[in-house]
T-cell receptor, first 113, second 112 residues
Framework: ETGVTQSPTHLIKTRGQQVTLRCSSQSGHNTVSWYQQALGQGPQFIFQYYREEENGRGNFPPRFSGLQFPNYSSELNVNALELDDSALYLC????????????FGPGTRLTVL | GEDVEQSLFLSVREGDSSVINCTYTDSSSTYLYWYKQEPGAGLQLLTYIFSNMDMKQDQRLTVLLNKKDKHLSLRIADTQTGDSAIYFCAERDTSGTYKYIFGTGTRLKVLA
């Protein structure tokens, strides 16, 4: 158990809809990263937030956006859902961008029909 | 480019040792990781090694790092059926985000 929680656990949406996924923060962990893990693949980096500001982004379109709140919890928003967005979405906390370890939550499984 | 490679499958008998291999691309990576993922679950950190080390041992787990060949391995001694899972190696990117770059995972099946 890492102490990182994500909600919801599972979600089913249809193409074109919008979705918001949530991630808690452990005390003192001011940096959060989001990853997308498609079936049979390793996680791919979406973006990172550090103290409420985006601190880097992977190769994902702008319809993937995020927020980090003053308590360091975070949201991932995806607009105009596509079938290929079906995946496990993982968030990871760390204590600063230089920290040597990221602690992953259990993930949210998103299915787009 | 960013490409961490792993073999897809490994099958061993209970009680034997398992060795999972990984090659990474960024010779300046400072940290390399092994994660375990059980079906339907998130990622569990098993161990990590700092780049100035050649070997790290943690109970049944031994990590070997060959920086010259950019090769990382995870040895699991006395493999148990509960070790059946997907194992991911990851390197920490050296850019400002220090994001993790994961391999595609190795599915370990332990036969009783």
């Amino acid at each position: 158990e890492t102490g990182v929680t994500q909600s919801p656990t599972h979600l089913i949406k249809t193409r074109g809809q919008q979705v918001t996924l949530r991630c808690s923060s452990q005390s003192g962990h001011n940096t959060v990263s989001w990853y997308q893990q498609a079936l049979g693949q390793g996680p791919q980096f979406i973006f990172q937030y550090y103290r409420e500001e985006e601190n880097g982004r992977g190769n994902f379109p702008p319809r993937f956006s995020g927020l980090q709140f003053p308590n360091y919890s975070s949201e991932l928003n995806v607009n105009a859902l596509e079938l290929d967005d079906s995946a496990l979405y993982l968030c990871a906390n760390q204590a600063g961008t230089f920290a040597d370890t990221q602690y992953f939550g259990p993930g949210t499984r998103l299915t787009v029909l | 480019g960013e490409d961490v490679e792993q073999s897809l499958f490994l099958s061993v008998r209970e009680g034997d040792s398992s060795v999972i291999n990984c090659t990474y691309t960024d010779s300046s990576s400072t940290y390399l990781y092994w994660y375990k993922q059980e079906p339907g679950a998130g990622l569990q950190l098993l161990t990590y090694i700092f780049s100035n080390m050649d070997m790290k041992q943690d109970q049944r787990l031994t990590v070997l790092l060959n920086k010259k060949d950019k090769h990382l391995s995870l040895r699991i001694a006395d493999t148990q059926t509960g070790d059946s899972a997907i194992y991911f190696c990851a390197e920490r990117d050296t850019s400002g985000t220090y994001k993790y770059i994961f391999g595609t995972g190795t599915r370990l099946k332990v036969l009783a």
